[in-house]
């Protein structure tokens, strides 16, 4: 069975300083991982995925197939990045063989002035 | 393009009501999806369905029916109602199944059953 971890439900950090929002994951095979954000008020929408290792809203992620993880960090926080973030893990499912999402618990970041 | 569209975005009911939700999107995309956001839970994945005239159960599929008579629209139905089930209901779709496709949500339907 597929599994994501996100041991923290809440990060809070000041303007500027770092962030690094955990997730870890449990899969069989090959897999392929993405952070989602959700800001006040606005849909769920795709932040970033580690296929494309991409850089987005300075926000990165690297797959470590070691430590099972896919962290998401940005070096210098801004107060609109204040939100709630969500790592996702897209895995074959069990009742059709087709691929579906799996995701964490949920990270909220608040970043204050 | 709207892109994914839920009707309605609020609704309170009364145990033992039904109801249906719907989710709607413009952008011909084969999969569609339905998700319960609670608290300290993030998203799980009720219903789903890979194509027109198809559904498949997802990981708490219980208490709920689905269906997808056109391609651009996923129904979720709850024949009785039950305060467990209060929750934010979220649909998404996506072009296909490919591990590296996208999905795209809706706004949301906040449920209250009372």
């Known amino acids: 069975a597929q599994r994501v971890t996100q041991p923290e439900k809440l990060l809070s950090v000041f303007k500027g300083a770092p962030v690094e929002l955990k997730c870890n994951y449990s899969?069989?095979?090959?897999?392929?991982l993405f952070w989602y954000v959700q800001y006040s008020r606005q849909r769920l929408q795709l932040l970033l995925r580690h296929i494309s290792r991409e850089s987005i809203k300075g926000f990165t992620a690297d797959l470590n197939k070691g430590e099972t993880s896919f962290h998401l960090k940005k070096p210098f926080a801004q107060e609109e990045d204040s939100a709630m973030y969500y790592c996702a893990l897209s895995g074959t499912h069990m009742n059709s063989g087709y691929s579906t999402l799996t995701f964490g618990k949920g990270t909220m970041l608040l970043v204050s002035p | 393009n709207a892109g994914v569209t839920q009707t309605p975005k609020f609704r309170v009911l009364k145990t033992g009501q039904s109801m249906t939700l719907l989710c709607a999107q413009d952008?011909?995309?084969?999969?569609m999806y339905w998700y319960r956001q609670d608290p300290g839970m993030g998203l799980r994945l009720i219903h789903y369905s890979v194509g027109e005239g198809t559904t498949a159960k997802g990981e708490f599929p219980d208490g709920y029916n689905v269906s997808r008579l056109k391609k651009q629209n996923f129904l979720l139905g709850l024949e009785s109602a039950a305060p467990s089930q209060t929750s934010v209901y979220f649909c998404?779709?996506?072009?296909?199944?490919?591990?590296?496709?996208?999905?795209?949500f809706g706004d949301g339907t906040r449920l209250s059953i009372l």
């Open positions: 899969y069989s095979g090959s897999p392929e």
């Open positions: 998404a779709s996506s072009h296909t199944d490919e591990s590296n496709q996208p999905q795209h």
């Open positions: 952008m011909n995309h084969e999969y």
